[in-house]
């Protein structure tokens, strides 16, 4: 156990003493402990141990509260159940909140009073970074992104390199030498983002979208320095570094003059930028910021580009990333473009705003001390998608894809995992006739 600094911890408990936060005061002290939360959580579902039910990641937080901003648990703890923050309980609050709980908001959709579980468990995070107490995987993560300008430190020639293998490939394939993948231009229109984890490992869906802006005519690019569109701050919940993450995106959006951040398929870079950005920098983006799916279905409503769904005829089905659908509001906008680009979609159970997080979100996927446990939980996720007969799985989140495609090679479901960028691309017809792109 890492032995806590004294002035780390009263920062740490400076957080909960901090009246100007009601909604976490709120939140601590709304929870009645009745346990009906308790089947909306994967965790507790797969391993039926109380410490997993949602209510008591709320009591790992509020505890502390009453021990050291309370009357009655200063004088007499016990009988409040009022903690000691010490070494050994800040070690527990660690496994519950980083390792035992992907901030997938599940919960708050089943809490009978409405409690934010999520804030309280990012809060609870949050004092643990304050302790210097987030798990060492996942710190090196936000490290990267904060030291290289990327989560997986790609150094900038071989990102570079492998855009211009890309772009060659695009030309050889449009047969038009306007097919192009443009690098640190200008006064674009759109300023496009990836997830890191593409250029390394899964070049093709930057392939696929490029298809989409060259079908549309759009004047795009991409930063080589600042193209991350994830934020792992979000995660660790340590403010500043999400903050300066949050901040290099926007310093670059402005100094290329891009007119509208398109955000990548990524739920919590999507959520990290466009909803929390704002308040990490506290102000207003003075730019637009749209998700790529947004992007796609304002192409595909005005005309701009044109699908023949009949080249999709699999049987396709949809896991909802948590971060842009239940926290996001992507529910319908998702359907649309997927309904737009395939033809047999059959949905999970449940599905939607409460469908079931894939088991990567919160950082977990970041996280290999939890690996075991990510894996087990994400059966509930493998038993969802064979259950739908589906042969393929769209998601628009590379965290999702990453787990699904662990979950497809530990359960063997033998199934194909794409994004809505790879599945839109195939869908593409040139010039209105029956010609793929």
């Not at 984890?197 to 060259?214: D, T």
Request: aromatic fraction near 8%.
């Amino acid at each position: 156990m890492k032995n806590i600094d004294i002035q780390a911890k009263e920062k740490a408990l400076d957080l909960l003493r901090d009246k100007s936060d009601t909604k976490l005061i709120t939140h601590m002290n709304a929870c009645v402990r009745c346990g009906l939360c308790a089947d909306s959580c994967m965790y507790y579902l797969t391993f039926k141990e109380a410490k997993y039910i949602p209510a008591a990641k709320v009591a790992a937080v509020s505890s502390l509260y009453r021990r050291y901003c309370t009357f009655a648990g200063k004088v007499a703890p016990s009988l409040v159940n009022a903690k000691e923050l010490n070494e050994e309980y800040a070690a527990e609050m660690v496994d519950l909140l980083f390792g035992s709980c992907t901030v997938c908001g599940r919960c708050v959709k089943h809490c009978s009073i409405g409690v934010d579980i999520a804030y309280v468990v990012k809060k609870g995070r949050e004092m643990l970074a304050t302790m210097d107490m987030v798990p060492a995987t996942l710190q090196a993560t936000v490290d990267a992104a904060i030291n290289t300008g990327n989560n997986m430190a790609i150094p900038v020639e071989e990102f570079t390199d492998t855009i211009k293998w890309l772009e060659g490939d695009l030309i050889d394939e449009m047969e038009n030498p306007e097919a192009r993948i443009p690098l640190d231009e200008y006064d674009k229109e759109l300023f496009y983002t990836l997830n890191p984890r593409e250029p390394k490992f899964f070049p093709l869906s930057i392939s696929a979208m490029a298809k989409v802006f060259y079908a549309a005519k759009a004047s795009w690019t991409l930063s080589t320095k600042y193209y991350d569109v994830t934020n792992y701050g979000f995660f660790n919940s340590n403010t500043a570094e999400a903050t300066q993450i949050a901040k290099n995106l926007y310093d670059e959006v402005h100094k290329l003059r891009g007119k509208k951040l398109i955000l990548g398929e990524c739920g919590h870079g999507s959520r990290a930028n466009r909803w929390e950005g704002p308040n990490y920098l506290k102000k207003s983006y003075d730019f637009e910021t749209l998700t790529a799916v947004e992007l796609i279905g304002d192409y595909i409503r005005k005309g701009t580009i044109t699908l023949d769904k009949s080249l999709n005829n699999e049987v396709f089905t949809i896991h909802d990333p948590c971060n842009l659908v239940r926290n996001g509001g992507m529910f319908k906008e998702i359907r649309f473009v997927v309904n737009s680009a395939v033809e047999n979609l059959v949905e999970m159970n449940p599905y939607g705003n409460d469908n079931y997080c894939c088991g990567g979100g919160g950082g977990m996927l970041a996280m290999s001390e939890y690996n075991e446990g990510r894996l087990k939980t994400g059966k509930i996720k493998a038993d969802q998608i064979l259950a739908t007969g589906a042969k393929v799985v769209i998601t628009p989140c590379h965290n999702c894809v990453d787990q699904l495609l662990q979950l497809n090679h530990t359960y063997k479901m033998g199934v194909k995992i794409v994004t809505i960028a790879e599945i839109v691309a195939d869908a593409i017809v040139k010039n209105n006739k029956n010609k793929t792109i």
